[in-house]
């Protein structure tokens, strides 16, 4: 039912199950929140940002389902494909760590998701830039809370300012990845439904320096630090099957199980 | 590694389980965060409402928290946030003094005079 990664005919499913399986695994980290935020209303707050990325998948999985036709459907889309063909980041998989590394990601990817769809209101397919227009403005609170909250932790007290270095060290060499595009994105922009990726770097550094400044971080020089890869061609981290492996275990162990 | 989890519900903490040693164990707000009160108006043109309160380091921090908490089901188009502490309430002890002698004083309500039919909205 899934069509391999890369072939010419999937370029647009491949594409959006992307643009899904980013906002899908890390909405899935982000709930390992629930419960267990350091406070009662930053626990809300995170996983009210896991609920709006739960949304965006099912949006780009409903459009990818129903250009793939026969019996695939979003539910399908994130239950029964293995990590092979998971096409996210490495970033969003990686585990949360302490609420400054969860908060860090948060940050680095809500900048540039809200560079990405801002980029994808001009896209050719309606639907996708429909879908872009709707997250924007979710995607502007997370882009504002997370900002924030770096500010917050980095300009905090010793703990939290060391804390939010280390998160940021750890994370740096993931950031490259959205900005270095696989086949299938190049393929989107050159029909122009998709974003240009590497376009959006520069933006990107500015935003973030901009912040981690305001933050007291040490802002990175760009270019300097070599840049893992291969999440979106579906060559991930050893995280990814675990967070699979807990997410589709209902549907797996009990096939078209519902409420 | 074991942990034992007792579970106790409000007001059967045995007194001598109460506090670590010397001294007493206040249970103190989270992250030591001052209260805040929350008023959401619903939609414009009516009056802000107190919804409830919550915990946060500032005022933005309450603002924000405040939208995650209490606006998740559209229930609002503004937030107002106070402190806690700025609020400043009746005496439950005064509600005798306060209150009662307005209750036969019935001549201080409106209702003694014929309104024209005309007259909508009173």
């Known amino acids: 039912m899934y069509q391999p990664v890369n072939t010419q005919a999937a370029n647009l499913v491949n594409y959006l199950l992307h643009l899904g399986d980013n906002a899908l695994i890390l909405s899935q980290r982000n709930s390992e929140w629930c419960g267990h935020g350091p406070v009662l209303e930053q626990d809300i707050a995170i996983t009210n940002i896991s609920l709006d990325l739960i949304g965006q998948a099912r949006s780009f999985y409903q459009y990818a389902a129903s250009l793939e036709g026969g019996d695939a459907t979003e539910d399908s889309l994130a239950y029964l494909r293995g990590e092979r063909t998971y096409l996210n980041c490495l970033m969003n998989e990686l585990p949360n760590g302490d609420w400054g590394q969860t908060i860090m990601r948060q940050f680095f990817f809500s900048v540039y998701q809200q560079l990405l769809y801002n980029a994808l209101l001009q896209s050719r397919d309606e639907t996708v830039a429909a879908i872009a227009e709707k997250s924007l403005k979710e995607v502007t609170y997370h882009v504002r809370w997370s900002s924030e909250w770096v500010i917050r932790l980095g300009d905090g007290t010793d703990e939290s300012h060391a804390r939010m270095e280390k998160a940021l060290n750890m994370l740096w060499s993931y950031t490259g990845e959205f900005f270095m595009p696989a086949g299938y994105e190049t393929a989107a922009v050159a029909e122009g439904i998709g974003a240009d990726v590497a376009a959006l770097q520069q933006r990107w550094m500015e935003q973030v320096a901009a912040v981690l400044q305001e933050a007291t971080l040490p802002v990175p020089v760009a270019g300097k630090t070599w840049m893992q890869s291969g999440g979106k061609e579906g060559k991930h981290s050893e995280h990814l099957g675990f967070l699979l492996a807990e997410m589709q275990y209902l549907q797996r162990a009990y096939p078209g199980a519902t409420w | ?122």
């Open chain 2, 1 to 122: 590694m074991n942990i034992r989890l007792t579970k106790y519900y409000y007001g059967d903490i045995p007194e001598e389980n109460t506090g670590g040693g010397a001294g007493t164990v206040t249970v103190k707000d989270v992250a030591g965060w001052p209260l805040w009160e929350v008023f959401i108006r619903s939609k414009q043109g009516l009056d802000h409402k107190h919804v409830g309160s919550l915990q946060a380091a500032d005022a933005q921090m309450a603002i924000e928290n405040a939208r995650d908490v209490y606006t998740r089901r559209s229930e609002g188009i503004s937030i107002w946030v106070v402190e806690s502490k700025h609020i400043h309430a009746s005496n439950p002890d005064d509600a005798g003094a306060f209150y009662e002698p307005a209750n036969d004083k019935v001549y201080r309500h409106p209702t003694f005079y014929d309104l024209p039919e005309e007259l909508k909205h009173m």
